[in-house]
T-cell receptor, first 112, second 112 residues
Framework: DAGITQSPRHKVTETGTPVTLRCHQT?????MYWYRQDPGHGLRLIHY???????DKGEVSDGYSVSRSKTEDFLLTLESATSSQTSVYFC???????????FGSGTQLSVL | AQSVTQPDIHITVSEGASLELRCNYS??????LFWYVQSPGQGLQLLLK??????LVQGIKGFEAEFKRSQSSFNLRKPSVHWSDAAEYFC??????????FGKGTRLHILP
């Protein structure tokens, strides 16, 4: 849709290990978002970015950090993964006026 | 802080019946409002959006939504549902220069 690639698509890791999820976009979109989706909770915003090196916390940012050193890449890092971070993670972008979210295909993360 | 409430976790309607899904939001300024749909195992698809102007918004698949500022609501409607409408529906609120937040979703079940 908007040239968004998430990697990896699936990951299984152990409690306490660091994990980095990558989102790459090819549309030069300004805004980028990381959401997690869990049954009964909908999509919850973790962090978002409104430009290179400009990021802010969302609703559930504890235990997560992000970086955006280039317009096209937005990285989400779990510093020390916990079982409560098992989830499906979606990256999304919007254009200049924040008028429509374009979603990546999601990353299924399992923390054992 | 902005927030979205979808009061109904599950809704069941008969095929051919009318549908209304409720969405209430909290936002300090004029919001951008969205409805997204997610079919099982699929990504999120934008149904419709409101930014300004006419408060009755038409979307894809025969859906419409009405923005009521006095009630802080943006309810989604469809005059006659089809079995293929069974999915989870998410309301979201944002703005031109602000993050986009989702509600917890309403799962729609269709009776034959």
């Amino acid at each position: 849709d908007a040239g968004i690639t998430q990697s990896p698509r699936h990951k299984v890791t152990e409690t306490g290990t660091p994990v980095t999820l990558r989102c790459h976009q090819t549309e030069n979109h300004r805004y980028m978002y990381w959401y997690r989706q869990d049954p009964g909770h909908g999509l919850r915003l973790i962090h978002y970015s409104y430009g290179v090196k400009d990021t802010d916390k969302g609703e559930v940012s504890d235990g997560y950090s992000v970086s955006r050193s280039k317009t096209e890449d937005f990285l989400l890092t779990l510093e020390s993964a916990t079982s409560s971070q098992t989830s499906v993670y979606f990256c999304a972008t919007t254009g200049r006026n924040n008028e429509k979210l374009f979603f990546g295909s999601g990353t299924q993360l399992s923390v054992l | 802080a902005q927030s979205v409430t979808q009061p109904d976790i599950h809704i069941t309607v008969s095929e051919g019946a009318s549908l209304e899904l409720r969405c209430n939001y909290s936002y300090g300024a004029t919001p951008y409002l969205f409805w997204y749909v997610q079919s099982p195992g699929q990504g999120l698809q934008l149904l419709l959006k409101y930014f300004s102007g006419d408060t009755l918004v038409q979307g894809i698949k025969g859906f419409e939504a009405e923005f009521k500022r006095s009630q802080s609501s943006f309810n989604l409607r469809k005059p006659s549902v089809h079995w293929s409408d069974a999915a989870e529906y998410f309301c979201a609120v944002g703005a031109r220069d602000d993050k986009i937040i989702f509600g917890k979703g309403t799962r729609l079940h269709i009776l034959p």
